[in-house]
Structure formats: structure tokens, C-alpha cells
């Protein structure tokens, strides 16, 4: 993850991957542990009337919550840190399921691609390679 002078940061790193720890919590509360109703029930959310992305974790709430305890560890590493959960919830958007970003206000948010189809697989081939070519790799 280059950020400074295209150097690694771990703040970056976990502040882009830190908020879907919640999808870890919702596995283990519906005692999900197979693959296949793992995928199903990513696939079908509304079906199961199960939420992956918690109103803690993927809100803006949840980024700064995390935030503050980081900003006594570093200043730069805590705006690091904030921009990438940022950027996580904006890459989560265009998914389909149900979000709620705004929390602790209701209003809900569900973008446009459903999960593990073929636009959102493609769309996602699409920013790797748009990060790759970022970071110069090819
Ligand atoms: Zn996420």
C-alpha cells in the first residue's frame, strides 16, 4: 500500500482492511462455517435476513471510533488510517447489499451490484488492474 513516498504503511493497510472484521463476528454468531453457506448466504442476504456489513463497522461511525484510538499512537498514521476506511466504505457501496453508513441515523444505503455476479466480478477485475497500473506493477 504506498502511501508515503510510496512507502508500506500498516496504518493504511489495516485501516483498509479493518472494518470488515464484522463480517468475522456475523460468520460466527450464525455459526457459518462451510463455504458453500458461506457464499449463499453472501449472495443472499435478505433471504437469510442476515446483515455482513454491521452498522458499527461499515459507518462512518465505525471509522471514527477506530480512528481516535489510533490518533495517540500517530497523527499521520491516524489520518492514514481514516482515509483508507473511507475509501473501504466507498469501494463496499456499489454492492447491493443493505448498508447503513449514516449510523446512528436509520437512513440506509444498497448500491446497484449483486454479490459474486459477473458485473460485480468484472468491476472488481476493473479496479485491480487500475490499482495495479497505480502502483506501476505493469
Ligand atoms: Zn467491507
Known amino acids: 500500500m504506498p502511501v508515503n513516498n510510496s512507502e508500506f504503511s500498516w496504518f493504511w ?20 462455517f462451510s463455504w458453500d453457506k458461506l ?6 442476504e435478505d433471504k437469510y435476513r442476515i446483515h455482513f456489513k454491521t452498522k458499527y463497522m461499515h459507518s462512518i461511525f465505525g ?14 498514521g491516524a489520518l492514514y488510517y481514516f ?27 444498497r448500491g446497484f451490484l449483486t454479490i459474486f455476479s459477473k458485473p460485480e466480478i468484472i468491476f472488481t477485475i476493473l479496479l485491480l488492474g487500475f490499482y495495479f ?5 505493469f
Do not use: C, M
Open 133 to 137: 497500473y497505480q502502483i506501476n506493477l
Open 83 to 109: 482515509v483508507a476506511y473511507l475509501i473501504h466504505l466507498v469501494l463496499d457501496w456499489p454492492d447491493i447489499d443493505e448498508k447503513q453508513y449514516f449510523y446512528p441515523f436509520k437512513k440506509k444505503v
Open 13 to 32: 493497510f489495516i485501516g483498509s482492511v479493518i472494518a470488515d472484521i464484522d463480517h468475522l463476528f456475523v460468520l460466527y454468531s450464525y455459526k457459518i
Open 63 to 76: 471509522a471514527v471510533a477506530t480512528t481516535i484510538p489510533i490518533l495517540f499512537i500517530s497523527r499521520e
Open 39 to 44: 457464499i449463499d448466504a453472501i449472495k443472499f
